[in-house]
Nanobody, 125 residues
């Protein structure tokens, strides 16, 4: 299973970016998928997830109202639309898939079995 993340780059504060994550296995269209990020000197943190059966979305408080996670099951692609970006959003962003996640721990990166390589987002002030 491979996940390929793309779309990162340099943007000014207040700007927008869209991240994409393409999966190699069609079976992942039925998995919970999420985005995590790791800033300089920080631990990996949860950003957003989309639940496998209901397609309900979940967000970290720090990005709620600014980021939107969606996916196209036909293309097996996960998206993260980021707007009103802030310097503190600077991080390497990872997409991940969790075929067996339980709802109460979907924000725990240790539950995710498959990971993309990460894409760097830099927000300048």
């Amino acid at each position: 299973v491979q996940l390929q993340a793309s779309g990162g780059g340099l943007v000014q504060a207040g700007g927008s970016l869209s991240l994409h994550c393409a999966a190699s296995e069609r079976s992942l269209s039925g998995a919970t998928m999420g985005w995590f990020r790791q800033g300089p000197g920080k631990e990996r943190e949860f950003v957003a997830a989309i639940w496998r059966s209901t397609e309900h979305t979940y967000y970290a408080d720090s990005v709620k109202g600014r980021f939107a996670i969606t996916r196209d099951k036909a293309k097996i692609t996960l998206y993260l639309q980021m707007s009103d970006l802030k310097p503190e959003d600077t991080a390497v962003y990872y997409c991940a898939a969790c075929p067996t996640c339980i709802l109460s721990t979907l924000n725990n990166f240790r539950q995710y079995a498959y990971w993309g390589q990460g894409t760097l987002v830099t927000v300048s002030s």
